[in-house]
């Protein structure tokens, strides 16, 4: 499974970004799907996840309430809707990709995206 990963940017604190990621590659309607953020300095740290369906959805404390995954398994796409953005939530998101389970550990997942960068400024 390939991944690529867009839609990150700059954006003031308060607002909203959409993450996507798309995946190519061999059946990936059957993987759960995941995305992971790493600031400077920083272990890779877990932000959400979702089942092959989309019924279950799995999220960070910190980011619970405000961000949503969700994914189009008709477009082999995954999201990561962002709200209320903080200065905190500034990162590289990487996406992520698993034939068999999903985890809170980077070492559970055994595909990954390129990343794309999330700014919020204060």
């Known amino acids: 499974v390939q991944l690529q990963a867009s839609g990150g940017g700059l954006v003031q604190a308060g607002g909203s970004l959409r993450l996507s990621c798309v995946a190519s590659?061999?059946?990936?309607?059957?993987?759960?799907m995941g995305w992971f953020r790493q600031a400077p300095e920083k272990e890779r740290e877990f932000v959400a996840a979702i089942n092959w369906s989309g019924a279950s959805t799995y999220y960070a404390d910190s980011v619970k309430g405000r961000f949503t995954i969700a994914r189009n398994n008709a477009k082999n796409t995954v999201y990561l809707q962002m709200h209320s953005l903080k200065p905190e939530d500034t990162a590289v998101y990487y996406c992520a990709a698993d034939s068999t389970d999903w985890g809170r550990s980077p070492h559970n997942w055994d595909y990954w995206g390129q990343g794309t960068q999330v700014t919020v400024s204060s």
């Open positions: 590659g061999r059946t990936y309607s059957g993987y759960f």
